[in-house]
């Protein structure tokens, strides 16, 4: 079961933090990943961690400005969302997968596991 929190409103330029909370009792092998739906649009990745090494991808329009990390200790990841732009306004999911490949990673269709929702809205 994933949990995600830190959502809101925030003016251009601005910054929020995401965070998902796992009750996996383990997330090695996993993959977590953050997507975002904009009204009317599809799913878009934004990015993902390998749990075990840490190791981030992000996708060209967050590139620079997102930052997703973990907190093994607390079953957590997060995604630090700086320099916002009302392009960012959406709904943010977190996911996770277990049976990932590098071809899934942006594929929000193979992630099994969905958190609800947060909502991030970016005022002009």
């Known amino acids: 079961q994933l949990q995600a929190s830190g959502g809101g409103l925030v003016q251009a330029g601005g910054s929020l933090r995401l965070s998902c909370a796992a009750s996996?009792?383990?997330?090695?092998?996993?993959?977590m990943g953050w997507f975002r739906q904009a009204p009317g649009k599809e799913r878009e990745f934004v990015a993902a961690?390998?749990?075990?090494?840490?190791?981030?991808y992000s996708s060209d329009s967050v590139k620079g400005r997102f930052t997703m990390s973990r907190d093994s200790a607390k079953n957590t990841v997060y995604l630090q969302m700086n320099a916002l732009k009302p392009e960012d306004t959406a709904v943010y999911y977190c996911?996770?997968?277990?049976?990932?490949?590098?071809?899934?990673?942006?594929?929000?269709?193979?992630?099994?596991?969905w958190g609800q929702g947060t909502l991030v809205t970016v005022s002009s």
């Open positions: 996911a996770s997968d277990d049976r990932w490949t590098m071809s899934t990673i942006e594929r929000h269709l193979a992630y099994h596991y």
């Open positions: 961690i390998v749990w075990s090494t840490g190791r981030t």
């Open positions: 996996a009792r383990t997330l090695n092998g996993y993959l």
